[in-house]
């Protein structure tokens, strides 16, 4: 069965720094990872996806993660953060055949951009 | 385009009454959509799949007499919390996949928050 860690459950960082948060998954076989966003009382809004190709993908907001095979992470950064960015972030991961095509979560974290 | 909603946005019951929950595509067709719980600073629990015609796929642990799940269109699965107690306040996503995609691409719902009293 796969999994997904996201070790950091809070990240404060001060308006227009730069943020990571980290994202890594355990898998038998391939995945699909996924990153999304998800603000208060709301659902989900997909940010990014790597589904093959270039392990840069760049999303929405001007987010972007790469994925990275050998230490399997799928790290999602920002140059420069905005207030409006204050949200929790889900990492997930979905196994490219069979599986049903569900989404497996991380635990999320909580990015919190202080001005 | 991909839109899908859920209505109530949220729901106040008394313990021992039940809770019918929607989730509709608006502007697409979905034969399979999930339902999801999702707990105070928590993640999203997988609780079903849900396909149009045909009986739900629970995950373990979720009880499928307590949560039914009807999927009787390609728009519209509802979710009902049957002789709901306070344990079952949580926060409930659905999410759809479109006809017309990929399938591993899921569409979100805004949730629909749940508090029994």
């Known amino acids: 069965a796969q999994s997904v860690t996201q070790l950091d459950s809070q990240v404060p960082v001060f308006e227009e720094a730069p943020v990571e948060l980290r994202c890594n998954y355990s898998?038998?076989?391939?995945?699909?990872l996924f990153w999304y966003v998800q603000y208060p009382n709301q659902g989900l809004q997909l940010l990014l996806k790597?589904?093959?190709?270039?392990?840069l993908v760049k999303g929405i907001n001007g987010f972007e993660a790469e994925f990275n095979k050998s230490q399997t992470s799928f790290h999602l950064r920002k140059p420069s953060v905005h207030i409006s960015d204050t949200a929790e972030y889900f990492c997930?991961?979905?196994?490219?055949?069979?599986?049903?095509?569900?989404?497996?979560f991380g635990t999320g974290t909580q990015l919190k951009v202080e001005l | 385009g991909a839109v899908v909603s859920q209505h109530p946005s949220w729901v106040i019951c008394k313990s021992g009454t039940s809770v019918k929950i929607e989730c509709r595509s608006l502007?697409?067709?979905?034969?399979?959509m999930f339902w999801y719980r999702q707990f105070p600073k928590q993640s999203l629990m997988l609780m079903a799949t849900?396909?149009?015609?045909?009986?739900?796929?629970?995950e373990q642990g979720v009880e499928k007499d307590k949560f039914l799940i009807n999927h009787a269109s390609l728009t519209l699965s509802t979710l009902t919390v049957t002789s709901a107690h306070p344990e079952d306040s949580s926060f409930y996503i659905c999410?759809?996949?479109?006809?017309?995609?990929?399938?591993?691409?899921?569409?979100f719902g805004p949730g629909t928050r749940l508090t029994v009293t």
């Open positions: 999410s759809a996949r479109d006809n017309g995609e990929p399938s591993y691409e899921q569409y």
């Open positions: 898998s038998s076989v391939s995945v699909y």
């Open positions: 790597y589904l093959s190709g270039s392990t």
């Open positions: 997930a991961v979905t196994l490219l055949t069979g599986g049903g095509n569900k989404l497996t």
């Open positions: 502007d697409f067709q979905a034969t399979t």
């Open positions: 849900s396909n149009e015609g045909s009986k739900a796929t629970y």
